[in-house]
């Protein structure tokens, strides 16, 4: 069936669209991912919040400072109030080469209107962005998508950082891929590498047990490549003890055709970029 289809095409390598192609239009926004679409990836990456009045809207940041002429936090402005917003002319002041008029302007996306627009045709990369932030985000979004159909077509991966809230999917949903996000960085003496969610131990002491007990609800694990452009976190090594513990590696967010080629080498089963044209480069 489909989702048994959607199992087999993540043991190939997926090239996932990070907030859309959001290295040539503004994150998240429908030019982006009408963008990616175009370009031919397997899945759009959105992070998911909800609003004061309780409707999903895919944006990354807890404020609505960086990526809208806004200001405070989204979980005190109403649906209204997010739409009213211009979420690309910021792109384009930040972003002078990739600058289009087309973007001054375009409105915050609800979950429901990118399904609305894409509906089958396109497969959904999902994260639950600072669920702790957002009671009840969970059953919100299972809903939305069940009642589109898209976890039983197989069009839908659900992401976290939050063990909790992929466990509270898994409640409500048990079909559909969950991804286990982990964000390594070095603690303040720059050597021991520690794990952001609690979930596993640094990517040098983690153990096969660790692995399987993400394994247990989680079909794949995501990981950051280096720390701040700088450091790098994991190795083939690293690669190698999730693949061989049955975890899929999807790595984020490689924008430079070195690292992408280097992960390539490693087998990882996919990426999360900015830039999809760039990946396809490289993949095809
Ligand atoms: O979801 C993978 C990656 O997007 C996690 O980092 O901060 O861009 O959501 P972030
Ligand atoms: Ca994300």
Known sequence: DALQQQLDDLQDFQVIAHRGASGHA????????ELAQEMGVDYLELDIQMTADGELVAFHDVTVDRATDGEGELKDLTLEELKALDAGSWFNEAYP?????AY????????????????NDARYYLETKSPELYPGI?????????AHGLIEDGLVVIQSFSQESLLAV???NDQVPLVQLVWYYPED???QLVEWTGVTPGPQEISDADFQAIRDYAVGIGTNLTYEDELQVI?????????ANDLLVHVYTINEQDDMQMLLDW?????FTDFPDRLNALVE
Request: hydrophobic share 45%; charged share 30%; glycine share 12%.
């Open 26 to 33: 503004p994150e998240q926004t429908l030019p982006a991912l």
């Open 189 to 191: 003496d720059g050597e």
């Open 170 to 172: 898994r409640e409500l």
């Open 97 to 101: 080469a990739f600058a289009d008029d």
């Open 235 to 243: 190795d083939a090594g690293f690669v190698e003890q999730a693949q």
């Open 104 to 119: 001054a302007g375009v409105e915050v996306l609800t979950l429901g209107e990118v399904i609305e627009h894409f509906g």
């Open 267 to 271: 087998g990882v089963d996919g990426i």
């Open 138 to 146: 969970e059953e919100a979004m299972v809903e939305e998508l069940e």
